[in-house]
């Protein structure tokens, strides 16, 4: 079992820039695919980014394509936000997923969710 903790939200201004990171209780690498979702106000939660257990393949939603980059390390998961838009406003959680044979933009096989980190772009 894994636990997941989010840092690095906050507010900033559109056209910049944040860092999110997740850190894990146990070493995530070869043993978890990993994930980012959001969920802006009135909104459902979606899948932003995803990596593989090793890391080799990524998957990005088509909104955030370009602008941010996930990656990962043994114990924490990374997602770089450049060119951030107000759109981009909403809670982020990272997420872990095994068994998993690709990086996945689905919640779905996520079991394990860290509670969030806010992030707020203002225009």
């Known amino acids: 079992q894994v636990q997941l903790v989010e840092s690095g939200g906050g507010s900033v201004q559109a056209g910049g820039s944040l860092r999110l990171s997740c850190t894990a209780s146990?070493?995530?690498?070869?043993?978890?695919?990993m994930g980012w979702f959001r969920q802006g106000p009135g909104k459902e939660r979606e899948g932003v980014a995803a990596?593989?257990?090793?890391?080799?393949r990524t998957a990005y939603a088509d909104s955030v394509k370009g602008r941010f980059t996930i990656s990962r390390d043994n114990f924490n998961l990374y997602l770089l936000m450049n060119s951030l838009k107000p759109d981009d406003t909403a809670m982020y959680y990272c997420?872990?997923?095994?068994?998993?044979?690709?990086?996945?933009?689905?919640?779905?096989?996520?079991?394990?969710w860290g509670q969030g980190t806010q992030v707020t772009v203002s225009s």
């Open positions: 146990v070493s995530i690498y070869n043993s978890y695919c």
């Open positions: 997420a872990a997923a095994a068994p998993c044979t690709a990086p996945m933009l689905s919640s779905n096989g996520y079991g394990y």
């Open positions: 990596i593989s257990r090793l890391g080799y």
